[in-house]
């Protein structure tokens, strides 16, 4: 009879069983979005998280890890891709079996049998599907790249930028109704935000933190900006927006 084989992981890091809480952010065209979820392995580049809902492959969110609930608001998120999503009962259930394989020692076989047995009386695989959702955690650009397609090309801004998330308001000046959004990079005369609605160069912006007191520009209010670069995220409709602050 032939043996079995199980494919090598083809992750680049290795990954850790661990659950810890996590806090996710996205945007999409009708606002913001928050979801709280629960790791169940993490690695150096990336999350393996139980969540409620089903995110759709190739979406880029904002990742809090690890989240404190007791904490006040400004936790460092992180931006991620959504690199698969599938029902978390099958994904423990496959790295159970795997790690069930790989393991030689008998004590951990047992003790994995008898988890399964305790699942099955406990009823949870009747449980209400939820979803085990693969992040990747997206590498932040050189900060001697100006973000755009030609890395060769001179950094132009005035003043250093630095890779920072934070919610922001954004509206066209003269129209009232704000977009939620997410900036990439802020340097003191500048940012970069993502966005899903449509901009033009030359546009002019106002700009408002949602947490004023953490705002890394100094001032208060909404800040007039200038739109000077426009770039679409691959694989993504949203857009890569580069503003000036001119005020």
Same mark, same amino acid.
């Given at each position: ?11 680049? /890091? ?6 810890? &809480?996590?806090?996710? %952010? ?27 809902? #089903? ?10 890890? &690890? ?23 099958? @994904?423990? %259930? ?26 099955? @009386? ?5 449980? &209400?599907?939820? #979803? ?9 650009? /050189? ?24 919610? @922001?308001?954004? /509206? ?5 109704? #704000? ?13 970069? #935000?993502?966005? /899903? %609605? ?31 670069? @426009?770039?679409? $995220? ?8 580069? $503003?000036?602050?001119?005020?």
């Amino acid at each position: 009879m032939g043996s079995t084989v199980t494919p090598a992981d083809s992750r680049e /890091h290795r990954r850790v069983r661990m659950r810890l &809480p996590v806090r996710m %952010r996205w945007t999409n065209p009708f606002g913001q979005k928050i979801e709280l979820g629960e790791t169940i392995d993490v690695s150096r580049s990336g999350l393996l998280v139980s969540t409620k809902e #089903f995110h759709t492959p190739g979406i880029t969110l904002w990742v809090t890890f &690890p989240y404190d609930a007791l904490l006040s608001d400004g936790q460092p998120e992180i931006l991620a891709r959504v690199a698969r999503c599938n029902e978390v009962l099958e @994904v423990i %259930r496959s790295t159970n079996a795997r790690e069930k394989v790989q393991s030689a020692s008998a004590l951990e076989q047992e003790r994995y049998q008898k988890l399964d047995q305790l699942a099955r @009386v406990l009823g949870i695989s009747d449980a &209400p599907a939820t #979803f085990a959702v693969a992040l990747h955690l997206q590498e932040q650009a /050189h900060a001697s790249s100006n973000g755009t397609s030609n890395r060769h090309e001179p950094e132009r801004r005035g003043s250093a930028r630095r890779a920072l998330a934070v919610p @922001v308001r954004v /509206h066209p000046e003269g129209i009232p109704w #704000f977009e939620e959004a997410m900036t990439v990079d802020i340097s003191a005369q500048g940012m970069r #935000f993502r966005s /899903h %609605r449509e901009y033009a160069l030359g546009d002019l912006l106002k700009i408002a933190f949602q947490d004023p007191a953490s705002a890394p520009w100094h001032g208060t209010g909404k800040f007039l900006s200038e739109i000077v670069r @426009v770039a679409a $995220v691959p694989g993504s409709i949203a857009l890569d927006v580069g $503003v000036c602050r001119l005020e």
